[in-house]
């Protein structure tokens, strides 16, 4: 008979529990109970800040929070437990549910620390945690925008949390001051030099600093609020902002009588265990040796030590790799290991360029011999192998390892690290651990050294470093296409573009073996057509299609088909609108406004997709290529057309964007936009190529996405005129279709190319390869030879005999698809899913 966990808490740390739990709890010993006082299910917390690009907590939501389709578990949310009973083994929520346990674990967490100053409490001050948090934020900006312009605000605190919560502020369009007692900004993970060049990076990206000095009193001011500092100075804000650190949630175990830390947290052992043997604590509510931890990494090395004892496994908390590397505004930080030197007898060896903007330092032993920690502001390039160097032998001198010149030194490779080095500090993952994969388990890829392993997993920092380790292993990585070509699809598009190869037969013949597959047939098919071979459905090119390829169109979980015309940039007039309507009422379609500015009409079948495009392209619209690996939408803002903070055209842009590189085929899809301001509506930098208006011209971002891995874009160039924008936009879209792999978003092609962005920037920027004019060329062929795919069906009768869902009884509907109401519109009825009433 199995027994019952209950989990106290729902966030990262307790998710990660669960998941340890369930995948070695073969035999079922455990009926996990997660109980969750936020009504969501666990999601990246880590990764707040980048909820402002989207406003869409989706994409924070972490891959299998719902535990769906997992009968031994169990998730309470939005009923928090109130009450710990330990004599009776049971627990007590806000509703009053009591739930009985076996086990129990305390997963809490920790809440935003608010200084006691006068005026904490009023109107306008907020705390930096949650996404409800970011939603009060953002309504209060609006609320202040509609009142006087331009709001202003201040954040208290001037650590990690605190930077995280200035750049919320500034992307969502305002100043802001940052406040910090230290005399420099995050004084826990860098030191004074570091300090000074990250105050002045900051401070050119429009943020106030203001160090060395306290918040002593906020008072509010006519709707407004005043924030005056010990140092004489008062802010005139509109709304304030606590984040100035964390204090754990100890709450329940105090009432209960568990033993707590001097300065706070649940007390517990190297295994987790507090001081009652049937109850433990993980994450940032417990207090480890008397150590509280403000970081995700060792809360998930509790989370493991606590799910394997709770499994009747040995194991203890290793300790904690504390250890930070990330990106404010743009600017590259981190710290490692004993960044301020506090080891006796440690020396000091610090490069540091204020012209380049980069600040390193490097922690030694008394005899220069044994890396002990380091410090890297805006360049963190070497992060990810000095890091796991800590405590062991430099492979040379400490000077080489930082200094220009260093990044060539052989000796400073991945072969330098010992055994023992943890390269994936998220999931505690060896240097031995992954080389034992790789030669003894057979991990020949990344993919595969991720699944045996988990390094890589979690915020993925640590993937080149497994690229790496699988080159000093001596396995080759292949890139072939698949079995039938040993060459990778930047080869192929290079052997059809000098060979003049037409057909996909052709070229397997000469090029490859066998008669190919799902994976190389739709590959080649990319390249012919990007290469302008013809519509995709004309002859051999139609059997090499993807399922939505060859029907134009996308396919629904019933059988049906979506129905997606382009509208370039989201500008549609009222007449083009009325016409989207008739259709939708006449062969009664599902419609959806889609988040990249589009109308999707669902429930079509293969034989209505003609009428109904016929109808739509005698109106002015085209496809909006939905379904294939190409150009998406490029979606904007009103820009300075309508809104008052735009700087820019962006919808002109939008537009002329959109319909230039239309039907563009890629290895993957391709999305846009064009922002009017900084204020950033369109969400440019959430996208493969996102461009953003600045009072001198354009800023143009790249390699970014969304998605299950969401990837801010990265600054390619800055300030340029509409020419040169959409100049260097076409090297970078061909520069894209001629070397990514198959199914490659620009996002891991931009992090996975030597070199990076600077190599992506000397390519397309300065011609270092003196390719240019020739990807200009390919582009501009590219946009005399577009021809709307629909329009060419509906003019061939070969291609419109292709549409049809039974070919020996043409026009007869298919059986098998039916459709239910909701919400006064028609939605798929699918077999074996249980009917769902919609309130």
Not at 63 to 75: C, I, K, Q, R
Not at 85 to 112: C, I, M, N
Not at 203 to 224: F, K, M, N, P, Q
Not at 399 to 415: E, R
Request: glycine fraction near 10%; charge should be negative; proline fraction near 5%.
């Amino acid at each position: 008979m199995s027994r019952t966990l209950v989990v106290v808490g729902h966030g990262m740390v307790a998710h990660r529990l669960v998941e340890a739990v369930r995948s070695d709890d073969v035999d079922g010993t455990w009926r996990i109970v997660v109980l969750g006082e936020e009504a969501r299910p666990a999601y990246d917390r880590v990764a707040l800040t980048s909820y402002v690009d989207n406003w869409d907590p989706e994409e924070l939501a972490l891959p299998g929070s719902t535990y769906a389709g997992d009968d031994n578990v169990e998730l309470r949310l939005g009923d928090p437990v109130v009450a710990v009973d330990r004599e009776a083994k049971r627990v007590t929520t806000a509703t009053g549910h009591v739930q009985p346990y076996d086990a129990l674990v305390l997963a809490t967490g920790s809440r935003p620390f608010v200084p006691p100053v006068p005026g904490h409490d009023l109107p306008g001050c907020f705390v930096y945690r949650t996404i409800e948090d970011l939603d009060d934020i953002r309504d209060a900006v609006e609320r202040a925008r509609h009142g006087r312009g331009r709001p202003a605000a201040a954040v208290v605190g001037g650590g990690l949390l605190g930077l995280e919560a200035a750049k919320a502020l500034r992307d969502m369009g305002l100043s802001p001051h940052v406040v910090e007692m230290a005399p420099r900004l995050m004084p826990l993970q860098v030191d004074d030099g570091g300090g000074s060049l990250l105050r002045r990076l900051i401070t050119d990206l429009d943020v106030t600093v203001h160090t060395g000095t306290s918040t002593d009193a906020i008072e509010a001011d006519h709707g407004r609020l005043v924030a005056k500092l010990g140092n004489g100075t008062e802010l005139d804000i509109d709304l304030l902002v606590f984040s100035a650190g964390v204090r754990p949630r100890d709450d329940l175990a105090r009432a209960c009588g568990l033993d707590v830390g001097e300065r706070g947290g649940v007390l517990v052992d190297a295994t987790c265990r507090t001081s009652d043997p049937d109850v433990f604590a993980i994450g940032e509510c417990a207090a480890l040796e008397g150590r509280v931890y403000g970081l995700v990494a060792p809360g998930y090395s509790m989370a493991e030590v606590a799910a394997a004892t709770l499994l009747g496994k040995e194991a203890s908390f290793p300790g904690a790799d504390t250890s930070t590397k990330l990106k404010l505004m743009g600017v590259d930080v981190a710290s490692f290991g004993d960044a301020h030197a506090t080891t006796e007898g440690a020396l000091e060896v610090v490069f540091n360029d204020a012209v380049s903007g980069s600040y390193k330092k490097l922690v030694v032993s008394d005899d220069a011999g044994t890396l002990l920690g380091g410090v890297l502001v805006g360049d963190a390039s070497e992060y990810n192998l000095l890091r796991p160097l800590v405590g062991n032998k430099l492979p040379a001198e400490p000077a080489a390892l930082i200094a220009p010149a260093g990044g060539g030194d052989p000796a400073v490779g991945v072969d330098a690290l010992p055994g023992d080095a943890q390269i994936c500090s998220c999931n505690a993952v060896t240097k031995g651990a992954i080389v034992h994969a790789v030669t003894e388990e057979g991990c020949d890829s990344v993919a595969k050294i991720k699944a045996c392993t988990r390094a890589g997993t979690s915020c993925g920092s640590c993937v080149p470093m497994l690229g790496k380790l699988l080159d000093s292993c001596g396995v080759e990585q292949s890139k072939a296409v698949c079995e039938h070509f040993p060459q990778s699809r930047a080869e192929l598009f290079e052997i059809v573009r000098a060979t003049r190869v037409t057909t996909f037969s052709e070229l397997i013949a000469r090029h490859g073996k066998g008669k190919g597959c799902a994976i190389c047939k739709p590959a080649v098919a990319s390249i012919l057509a990007t290469l302008g071979n013809g519509h995709i459905l004309g002859g051999e090119q139609a059997t090499l299609q993807d399922t939505n390829d060859k029907f134009l169109a996308n396919m629904q979980r019933n059988g049906t088909y979506s129905v997606v015309p382009r509208i370039p940039g989201g500008e549609i007039t009222p007449d083009k609108l009325i016409v989207i309507g008739e259709v939708a009422k006449e062969f009664g379609l599902y419609t959806k406004i889609t988040g990249g500015q589009r109308i999707d009409l669902f429930g079509a079948t293969v034989d209505q997709l003609p009428l109904i495009w016929r109808r739509l392209v005698d109106a002015g619209f085209e496809s909006g290529h939905a379904y294939g690996k190409a150009l998406r939408t490029v979606k904007s803002c009103v820009g300075t057309t309508w809104c008052r903070y735009g700087q820019q055209d962006s919808v002109g842009l939008a537009v002329e964007l959109e319909l230039r590189y239309r039907g563009l085929r890629s290895p993957h899809k391709l999305k846009s936009a064009v922002s009017g301001c900084a204020r950033e509506c369109a969400e440019a930098r959430s996208k493969d190529f996102g461009i953003i208006a600045t009072e001198q011209g354009w800023n143009l971002y790249v390699g970014g996405n969304g998605g299950a891995i969401p990837r801010h874009a990265d600054l390619l160039v800055s300030d340029v005129d509409t020419e040169t924008l959409i100049k260097i936009i076409d090297r970078f879209l061909m520069f894209y279709v001629r070397t990514a792999d198959r199914l490659q978003r620009t996002a891991p092609w931009v992090e996975e190319m030597k070199g990076g962005l600077d190599h992506l920037r000397a390519v397309i920027v300065d011609d270092s390869l003196g390719i240019c004019a020739e990807l200009e060329e390919a582009m501009a062929e590219h946009v005399a030879s577009y021809r709307d795919e629909w329009k060419g069906v509906l003019e061939d009768p070969e291609k419109l005999a292709r549409f049809t869902s039974f070919v020996n009884a043409p026009g007869t509907p298919d059986p098998t698809i039916s459709f239910r109401t909701e919400r006064e519109q028609k939605v798929p009825v699918l077999l074996g899913v249980p009917e769902v009433v919609s309130r």
